[in-house]
């Protein structure tokens, strides 16, 4: 089975902190996707990775940066929080990059509060 | 800024073709428009994607109007299974550009 872990299911941090979000998958996918979940919203992709230190930027980058080092981890770095960041957090990774046969696999998510 | 627009819900009876229409109005001739949905807490899966022609297969069919300015996809016979949240992306073709919309919430009622 697929497994993508996340370093913390809950994160509490103060406005103005850099917030490291941690995301580790171990079945050597080339793909990986932060996306923030929100009520009401759906998913909303923040970035993405299709290869080791290639980044790409999605719907909602601003404020956020990534890294990946390594292609089983992807980072997502929060610079500077702020109280609009408050959200879920959702890591996922992929086998194929929106091919036909594609699933993305999700970690357990971190709910993060910016207070 | 995302590239799609989709109503937010809509509620389908079990049985029936559920219609989910999709609004990209900006779309450029090098991009896809693809069709993912999530069940519950599961990760987005791919249903189906196109160009320019209608598609289909074993999940859905895809409808792209001529202009190319939005499209529909069709569940044709819905079931409660297929309750989730539909997401309508467009992505460049054979590139890593790509644009999520906002999603749609269908509820297939017994």
């Known amino acids: 089975d697929v497994k993508v872990t996340q370093s913390s299911r809950y994160l509490v941090k103060r406005t103005g902190e850099k917030v490291f979000l941690e995301c580790v998958q171990d079945m050597d996918h080339e793909n990986m996707f932060w996306y923030r979940q929100d009520p009401g919203l759906g998913l909303r992709l923040i970035y993405f990775?299709?290869?080791?230190?290639?980044?790409e930027k999605g719907d909602i980058p601003e404020g956020y940066s990534v890294s990946r080092e390594k292609k089983e981890r992807f980072s997502l770095i929060l610079e500077s929080a702020s109280t609009n960041q408050t959200s879920m957090y959702l890591c996922a990774s992929s086998l194929t990059f929106f091919g036909r046969t594609d699933t993305q696999y999700f970690g357990p998510g971190t709910r993060l509060t910016v207070l | 800024d995302a590239k799609t627009t989709q109503p937010p819900s809509m509620d389908c009876a079990e049985g029936r073709a559920a219609n989910l229409p999709c609004n990209h109005s900006?779309?450029?001739?090098?991009?896809?428009v693809y069709w993912y949905r999530q069940i519950h807490s599961q990760g987005p899966q791919y249903i189906i994607h196109g160009l320019k022609n209608n598609e289909t297969n074993e999940m859905a069919s895809l409808i792209i109007t001529e202009d190319r300015k939005s499209s529909t996809l069709i569940l044709p016979h819905a079931t409660l299974r297929d309750t989730a949240v539909y997401y309508c992306i467009v992505r460049v073709g054979g590139d890593y550009k790509l644009s999520f919309g906002a999603g749609t919430t269908v509820t297939v009622r017994a």
């Open positions: 990775s299709y290869d080791v230190k290639m980044k």
């Open positions: 900006t779309i450029s001739g090098n991009e896809y």
